[in-house]
């Protein structure tokens, strides 16, 4: 922050929120709604949660979308991984496959690649005995075995909007 903030250029963060930073974020809560309102309509019975740690603002944005849409309509079960990655998540995976839930939600397309991975691994029919999702709409979406249902985020778009914030001071 110190050599970006000592710079002539003003700095803009996108896709985040970083305090003291000019910021034009990603709708995260709203693209997460629409994942949870997706899952919800498939009339899961219990779905779990794949995070990370609280105190990161994507997740945190992320996982108070998920909860308040889910609202009690199901049974939910927090994962929160030590990291959100491949490893962290085929982990946590594993550990449900003794009591497979309905769907997994992932906060990012990196931990749903994890899950599908696992599960497959298992013989788990994705997304026939379960539906796992991701978000972000990256690489990992289109890496996957069994293609990933993610939120994509018009990054384009998001672009033009921070160069006009920048240019508007």
């Not at 603002?57 to 030590?82: H, M, N, Q, Y």
Request: a negative charge.
């Amino acid at each position: 922050r110190k050599l970006l903030s000592s710079s002539a250029i003003p700095p803009i963060c996108a896709t985040t929120y970083v305090a003291e930073m000019n910021c034009v974020p990603c709708d995260l809560p709203g693209g997460m709604t629409d994942m949870t309102r997706l899952m919800l309509a498939d009339s899961p019975e219990r779905i779990v949660y794949m995070t990370g740690r609280s105190g990161v603002w994507t997740i945190d944005c992320r996982t108070e979308a998920f909860l308040k849409t889910v609202g009690g309509k199901v049974s939910v079960e927090l994962v929160e991984l030590p990291e959100v990655d491949h490893t962290s998540a085929f982990e946590a995976a594993g550990k449900l496959l003794d009591n497979i839930p309905d769907a997994v939600v992932c906060v990012n397309d990196y931990v749903a690649l994890g899950v599908v991975n696992r599960f497959i691994t298992a013989g788990v029919d994705v997304p026939g005995r379960v539906s796992v999702t991701g978000f972000d709409d990256s690489i990992f979406s289109i890496a996957s075995a069994i293609p990933l249902t993610t939120v994509r985020q018009d990054i384009g778009e998001l672009a033009g909007r921070t160069v006009a914030a920048a240019i508007r001071g």
